[in-house]
């Protein structure tokens, strides 16, 4: 049986018998494969219009889709469409450092993955199980942080931030349930008690308040 590539990450896959005195030099490329594979950083440009980008994965070959970390550059001026191929199974490090307020979409050839919004210049961590590309965080069932860490919501510029966290000690662990629509100008965020948020008129609840402390 002579030898195969595997279909996720294009490594040869080598039977007793073949490659006769070539064996250490087709090692050798294994390993450099399986090190970008898990390692490897490349910048791709996808500066233009609007278009697809294919990422290639070849036998053998030092090739951008199987990199750990891609980062996506240049000036676009239209919705951008980058795609790996469909038989890859792997996790990939995303930063779309693109200048131009459009998307850029990830995905395999046939199937589907995530989007970066027009104003959206980060990174994500995506995995692809040899059909679609899966935003990680969009799956997370819970997020723990510790310490006190924030939650940090950035301006436009991503200079400044609103940071939300925890106070330096909770007496009894609780959550909050937000809202299930938005609620009018000059509303306030309530709570029922057990934990359920809601939009009320604030100047309403004061006024209401002052009354009963006069009037009893």
């Known amino acids: 049986m002579a030898s195969s590539y595997s279909t996720d990450l294009k490594l040869e896959l080598m039977v007793t ?3 006769s005195g070539t ?18 950083y490349e910048a791709v440009s996808i500066a233009g219009g609007a278009q697809t980008t294919a990422l290639a994965m070849t036998n053998a070959t030092l090739s951008n889709a199987r990199n750990a970390v891609i980062e996506l550059t240049g000036t676009i001026t239209g919705n951008q469409i980058v795609t790996i191929p469909n038989s890859i199974e792997k996790v990939y490090i995303v930063k779309n450092t693109t200048s131009g307020a459009y998307t850029v979409q990830f995905k395999t050839v046939s199937g589907t993955g995530p989007t970066f ?17 899966t935003d990680l965080f969009s799956e997370l069932s819970q997020l723990n942080l510790t310490n006190q860490n924030e939650v940090r919501f950035e301006d436009s510029t991503g200079g400044e931030y609103v ?11 609780f959550s909050l349930t937000l809202p299930t629509a938005d609620g009018s100008s000059g509303n306030g965020l309530t709570t029922n008690g057990a934990g359920a948020l809601s939009f009320s008129d604030v ?10 402390l006069v009037f009893g």
Do not use: C, R
Not at 163 to 173: D, W
Not at 203 to 212: L, N
């Open 203 to 212: 100047a309403s609840t004061g006024k209401a308040i002052a009354m009963a």
């Open 17 to 19: 018998g073949e490659n």
């Open 163 to 173: 940071g939300l966290k925890a106070p330096a000690t909770v007496g009894s662990s």
């Open 117 to 133: 919004a027009t104003t959206d210049k980060g990174t994500k961590i995506l995995y692809a199980d040899g059909t679609n590309v």
């Open 23 to 40: 064996w250490g030099d087709k090692t050798n490329t294994n390993l450099n494969l399986v090190q970008q594979a898990i390692a490897g």
